[in-house]
């Protein structure tokens, strides 16, 4: 259901809610503001299109999301991404990409798949959100330090080029730059002022320190594109060309997965703190239209920002009207003092994004994985992260996953078991019927687990490898909770190999969805009705009606 009237069934709109939401929104519009731009500067756009993006973004979001206090915005997720289309094929391109995105997020919530973050595994997220906080920490090094450009293709390339000039490094840029990022670390530290985001701090420090001192070779937002329009945007249409449409359909599925993730982690996050219960498909809806729109305004991918949505919480809030306050905060610093935007130096915003990334890689939470997490999710941890730092973040989530995959079914093979039941296990049955044991030529097995692809080698060697072929043999299915179309062809082709080698093969217990299954197969039903019973018991009469009882007990040779 949509947020918004979800918060207004519950009363959430009453006047002594208006303060608390205000007040958070206010809060959050002022952390969003040095955030928005230099996310948008660090993934080649500029700043004003940050700002255009967290309101566009955030108050459709706000509107249509499945989240009553969910914020959205850019986000130091989609830096590593966005860099490299903007790189690629321009601004322009990533309008475009982002746009499609937006209409494969849409088509995600209406199919109602919101439940993908359930199949992303812990390490794998775990490992691309740090390679991702490694990327931003390296990728800020020309602005903090006042560096020239430097080339590279990949990220390794970078790092030694960057490392190779790091010598060049501006002294002005670097003072300017550490006084920044100390603000932001410390000012939460300082009585009459913690509850002040340092990121604000910051930025209008070296802002003001940079008017007054101006010095020479400092970088700032007018120096490096001019400042920042005063107003919002006109609504205009990009290039939808074909040609242009294809080119970008790979980029955009990167970029609508990652939000995709993202966005329903911080509703997960938003529901923990809150005590609120998010709809994870009514979020992809309401994100799907914001990226749909947000590019048709000079803005480009957005997403649920965890760090803003946590604020905004914190600060009271309990209604989307927090998040469309935010959204107006926004807009008034454009319309009043964007002018004042083009003293902000660089070296401010790297600062800013040197907290950002080291907040989003969660070294210690990395750490802790590597050092307690089980070994086959330590590799899997780890080849992610490599794989997002020097590969490909797309690479690196989908080789993480199948890993995972693998991993998860060689596990869940290891617990499919095929054993045959001793006397003791059948003594309830067998007195039934009057005896004490199984006669000789009558055996009986139990599988205990899914019979799916990985798990028909068990089986077989368990089936087919008998010493002593008996006359009829019962399989009992009542622990099997699934069958694929592999484990039922195993199934066919063990009874039909068996009873070449003139055993009688019974099946029996079946749950009603196997049942159907072996019906289709033709293993059990009208077409083999001397094949399957429903009950173990009826299965049992009518094999010891076709063996002889007075032959010694069969002792297995296992």
Known sequence: MIALLEARRAG???????????????????????LAMAFAIASGARPEQG???????????????????????????????????????????????????????????????????????????????????????????????????????HFHEKLWHLVQVLPKAHVGTTALAILSLALVLFTPRIPGVRRVPGPLVAMVAATVLHALLQPAGVATIGSAFGGIPTGLPALTLPDLSISQVVSLVGPAFTIAMLGAIESLLSAVVADGMSGTRHDSNQELVGQGIANIAAPLFGGFAATGAIARTATNIRNGATSPLAGLIHVLTLVAVLIFLAPLAASIPLAALAAILFVVAWNMSEARHFVHMLRTAPSADRVILVITFLLTVFADLVVAVNVGVILAILHFLRRMTETVEVRPAHAQDLQAELKQHGIERLPQSLMVYEIDGPMFFGAVENFERALLQIHADPKVLIIRLRRVPFMDITGIQTLEEAIGTLRRRGVEVWLCEANARVLGKLRKAHLAGNSSPDQYANRFDDTLRAALARVPVDQPAHRPPW
């Open 12 to 34: 959430l709109y009453a006047r002594d809610q208006w303060m608390p939401n205000i007040v958070a929104g206010v809060i959050v519009g002022v952390v969003a503001l040095p």
């Open 51 to 153: 700002l255009y993006t967290a309101i566009v973004g955030g108050a459709l979001v706000s509107l249509l999301g499945g989240s009553r206090v969910q914020i959205a915005g850019p986000t130091g997720a989609f830096i590593a991404i966005l860099a490299g289309i903007t790189a690629k094929y321009g601004i322009a391109g990533l309008q475009v990409a982002t746009l499609i995105a937006g209409v494969m997020l849409l088509a995600m919530g209406l199919a109602r798949m919101g439940g993908v973050i359930k199949f992303i595994p812990a390490p794998v997220i775990r490992g691309f959100t740090a390679g991702i906080g490694v990327i931003i920490f390296v990728g800020q090094w020309p602005d903090f330090f006042g560096l020239p450009k430097v080339g590279g293709e």
